[in-house]
């Protein structure tokens, strides 16, 4: 590993571990260098950097900040992708269903018992509701429910 002392056209300097000089050059052939202050890819060599007192080992425990970018934004597509789902989902549910807010375990018995005509139906019920439908072998599902404006 060869740490570069790298330089910007716009006169900022900042340091970047390479592999060996010509991943140096490779990176640097394909604009693959880019300043981290001003995003600018003119990006030269300036002096490399004496690095006195830090050990071989020490280096892997600091990525260089493009892995850890790549890594980052690959995590947040995952979770767009999921909300996505989840508010697709939802939006299914506000169409075939109707909705009953906190009385969901009340309405769900009218349905099972035939009290009531059968629809779909979505809303909230507690923990302890949700588990006496269960015992009384009521059909439902839980769905995780994003407020709206993250949908
Ligand atoms: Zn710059």
């Known amino acids: 590993m060869i740490l570069y ?3 910007c056209d716009g006169g900022h300097a900042f340091e970047a571990w390479f592999r060996d000089s010509a991943a140096y050059d490779k990176q640097s052939d394909r604009g693959l260098l880019a300043c981290p202050v001003c995003d600018s890819e003119k990006v030269s060599k300036a002096l490399m950097a004496p690095r006195i007192g830090r050990s071989m080992g020490k280096r892997d425990e600091h ?13 947040m597509s995952g979770a767009v992708e999921l909300r996505a789902q989840l508010a697709d989902l939802r939006q299914k549910i ?22 009531t005509d059968p629809h779909g139906i979505y809303g909230e019920t507690s923990q ?24």
Do not use: M
């Open 5 to 7: 002392q790298l330089q």
């Open 63 to 75: 990525p260089a900040p493009t892995r850890t970018d790549i890594t980052d934004s690959q995590v």
């Open 94 to 115: 506000e169409r075939a269903c109707d909705y009953v807010g906190p009385g969901f375990a009340e309405e769900a018995r009218k349905i099972h018992y035939g009290e």
């Open 128 to 151: 302890e509701e949700a588990k006496a439908l269960k015992d009384e072998g009521i059909e439902f599902g839980a769905v995780p429910w994003l407020p709206k404006e993250n949908a």
